[in-house]
T-cell receptor
Framework: QQPVQSPQAVILREGEDAVINCSSS?????VHWYRQKHGEAPVFLMILLKGGEQKGHEKISASFNEKKQQSSLYLTASQLSYSGTYFC????????????FGSGTQLTVLP | DAGVIQSPRHEVTEMGQEVTLRCKPISGHNSLFWYRQTMMRGLELLIYFNNNVPIDDSGMPEDRFSAKMPNASFSTLKIQPSEPRDSAVYFCASSPDRAVSNQPQHFGDGTRLSIL
């Protein structure tokens, strides 16, 4: 079952912060985050494994709450280059053979 | 290192024609995925190979679609006969290991397919 992402779209000014959420109805083992710019391939950002850890990539970080089956992606002091569609992909067990991707959150950063 | 290589980048063909999409995964990666992306349905997994063996093809829409991986460095996705509703961007991705849920997937640039 496809994870649910919210919001569907967000518009920011450069320097503002944003949070993108990803929720699943299934028990999760891992959550992946990818960013896709228009006309390009999705690019891997980070993986979070169960344990509630938080990871960071430059000014982008994420958390994973396995009890709530949720992950959140935090974008701090947004830059123009952050614009794109963000997808979460969820894996339901350690030997899961596939990810199920959410429908995406379109992020636009304006100057 | 070279990334995942897909060809062609664009394909325009008429309904009923056979379409073959090609993918070369990253060297050393054991898992290969074919995805289809549309506005309506988002990013859908079609089929997944591990060590050249198809593991999960439950996402293949119907018998018109077939995929092969004859060796570790090449895979094809074939549509025969093609229909307008097959128009989409098709991505190939690879990852290093069998336990795919904790390995990043590396995507190719995709093939933009238009069936007239």
């Amino acid at each position: 079952q496809q994870p649910v992402q919210s919001p569907q779209a967000v518009i920011l000014r450069e320097g503002e912060d944003a949070v993108i959420n990803c929720s699943s109805s299934k028990a999760l083992y891992s959550v992946h985050w990818y960013r896709q710019k228009h006309g390009e391939a999705p690019v891997f950002l980070m993986i979070l494994l169960k344990g509630g850890e938080q990871k960071g990539h430059e000014k982008i970080s994420a958390s994973f709450n396995e009890k709530k089956q949720q992950s959140s992606l935090y974008l701090t002091a947004s830059q123009l280059s952050y614009s794109g569609t963000y997808f979460c992909g969820t894996g339901s067990s350690g030997s899961a053979r596939q990810l199920t991707f959410g429908s995406g959150t379109q992020l636009t950063v304006l100057p | 290192d070279a990334g995942v290589i897909q060809s062609p980048r664009h394909e325009v063909t008429e309904m009923g024609q056979e379409v073959t999409l090609r993918c070369k995964p990253i060297s050393g990666h054991n898992s290969l995925f074919w995805y289809r992306q549309t506005m309506m349905r988002g990013l859908e997994l079609l089929i997944y190979f591990n060590n050249n063996v198809p593991i999960d093809d439950s996402g293949m829409p119907e018998d018109r679609f077939s995929a092969k991986m004859p060796n570790a460095s090449f895979s094809t996705l074939k549509i025969q006969p093609s229909e307008p509703r097959d128009s989409a961007v098709y991505f190939c991705a690879s990852s290093p290991d069998r336990a795919v849920s904790n390995q990043p997937q590396h995507f190719g640039d995709g093939t933009r397919l238009s069936i007239l």
